[in-house]
């Protein structure tokens, strides 16, 4: 059948083998380009469309189970998917194969950002990719705000979300289950505010595979029970901390790489509401508590993750190779970056699995729990004030190359310093923005062509 061709809904769809599942996962893998959204379009493309494994309303359902949890929602369906096929064989390929692309191509980038960011093509690049990290950030909150803010309510909640984390620095945590409550409460005793899709009968369509086999009633494996959970919990958790552990008693609790095992542990249990989201709260941490990195730095790593394959949380490997090989504390600065890299990255994306192995059975018979879903739709909406947030930070260390701190009504508040506006920042940002907004182009070509621009105007201003 040729490429993209969407299969007759009247043919049964044949069960995928193990050998065959990996072959195309390693091919998402490598295809997983443009953040959460264009990775999740891509898997309903293949898996909904074209290949029928999943209905609609499972695939729905499934991703509506990984945005109520923290980290990156998309590489949990992928493991969810897999899963769902072939066990947790299945779920560990699949969240394995969509992760290890961006992980190598961004130890490549990391380790030639580490040693030549100081030349000045370098700095020169990376000025034009931020102005187009600037405008995929705002896309992204005009994008999320549409599809998330249906009515009065949840408008509130977006802004009551903003004014907690810009304004009094409310922990992100804190926002996530203030929101979440909120959407209950509302759904509750204020039924309009929040309406919930109608009941799923949890019968699936028999014309996709997943749904076909558990109509028959051959994946047995899906049905949940106590002690296989606790059995993936005790694996999980030793797997998750043994590093950590190890790391702790060999270079002690405030060696960099003790503390970045620490640090990205507790980011992957606390950050909800996708990669967006998380980076607010990652790069407040990362910059201004560790001082690891500059904010010049963490818009450099969220534009090489913009530009590989893999889950935009990968900006995480950056922040923790460049954490080890500047401070490497009696290490070589090489093999500090290496095991930097290593340890953010497992910890940051084990305890998906956790979560979609323990998690997904129980999920499996909550279908059609409305109630959920206006929790969800809840959180939804304060992501996307989370988010507002984040781009209002790129945008202050984007435009304007210094801020300070005011007292306001007794909050602290980051302001710019208006003499120290670029205008050149400010015009490509803005040519960024209207190329995405209004002439539909690709991010894959802002990222390319906001480069080439920021360059060549920075070397042209270069003296001789």
Known sequence: MPQGTTPPTDVPVEPVSLADATRIWAKIGWLSFGGPAGQIALMHREFVERRRWISESRFLHALNYCMLLPGPEAQQLAVYIGWLLHRSRGGIIAGTLFVLPGFLTMLVLSALYARYQQ????????????????????????????????????????GAAFVAIFVFHIPFPLIVFGAGLTGYLAYRFIPPSISPPSPDDGGGDRHFLIDRLLAEGKLDHIASSRRRSLTVLVVCLTLWFAPVAVLTLWLGRSHVLTQEGLFFSKSAVVTFG???????????????????LTPGDMLDGLALAETTPGPLIMVTQFIGYLAAYRHAGGLDPDLAALLGAVITTWVTFVPSFLFIFVGAPFVETLRANRSLHAALSGITAAVVGVILNLSLWFTLHTVFHGTQSVQWGGAQLDVPVWNTLDPAALALGVAALVAMLRLRLAMGWTLILSGIVGAAWQLWRMPV
């Open 274 to 292: 996708g990669a967006y989201a998380v980076l607010g709260y990652i790069a407040q941490r990362a910059v201004e508590h560790f001082g690891w």
């Open 119 to 158: 030349l000045p093509v370098i700095g020169a690049v990376f000025f034009g990719l931020k102005a187009a990290v600037l405008a995929i950030v705002v896309e992204a909150v005009l994008r999320i705000g549409r599809r998330a803010l249906k009515s009065r309510m949840l408008v509130a909640i977006a």
